[in-house]
């Protein structure tokens, strides 16, 4: 895990292929496919990213995690686990003394990461081909909103389509800083 401090007292915390600590078991799953994608050299990726957002009186929270399997299909499938009812507090989260924050992610802060990955996918003009499980996340019972998970899906699947992400840590500060700006 890397603790991020970004513009505007923003705070970050990101895992690149290591187990964040707010997985769960879904009750359902949201499926999308988006055609018109790339390939790219096989690889297998996990991202988890958790963010709180000061705004004047008023704060943003959100964690989610993707796990990226590159494949063959000239297609991205996502899934993104949902959940129904409140999961397990996460004691240790960037937003634990402001609010009460939930393992899980519900249905409407699910369409927000389904969003997310759409709009990269316009944005972009394409996506790498494969699998994108959303298998983690917390969110919180005041903090969290759907435009959160929108943007954190957007940012997990932008890291996924870069060739690269051996990033420094200046250099993933600087890339959420500008991939955060419009929670």
């Known amino acids: 895990m890397i603790d991020l401090t970004l513009r505007l007292h923003r705070k970050a915390r990101i895992w690149l292929n290591e187990s964040a600590p707010f997985a769960f078991r879904a009750d359902g799953t949201m499926k999308h496919t988006f055609t018109e994608t790339e390939r790219h050299e096989q690889k297998s990726l996990s991202i988890a990213i958790e963010v709180l957002i000061p705004k004047g009186a008023r704060f ?10 590159s494949g063959e299909t000239g297609e991205l499938r996502v899934s993104v686990g949902i959940t129904s009812n409140n999961g397990a507090q996460l004691g240790n989260s960037l937003a634990s003394l402001l609010d009460d924050v939930r393992i899980g992610l519900p249905e409407e802060y699910g369409k927000g990461v389904v969003e997310g990955v759409s709009n990269v996918h316009s944005e972009l003009g394409g996506l790498p081909s494969g699998e994108l499980y959303f298998e983690q996340a917390a969110y919180g019972e005041i ?11 957007c940012t997990i699947t932008k890291l996924v389509s870069l060739k690269n992400i051996d990033l ?6 600087q890339f959420l800083d500008a991939s955060l700006t419009n929670v």
Do not use: D
């Open 143 to 153: 903090g969290s909103s759907k435009s959160v998970f929108r943007e954190l899906g």
């Open 168 to 173: 420094t840590e200046q250099e993933l500060t």
């Open 60 to 69: 943003a929270y959100g964690a989610l995690g993707g796990r990226f399997v």
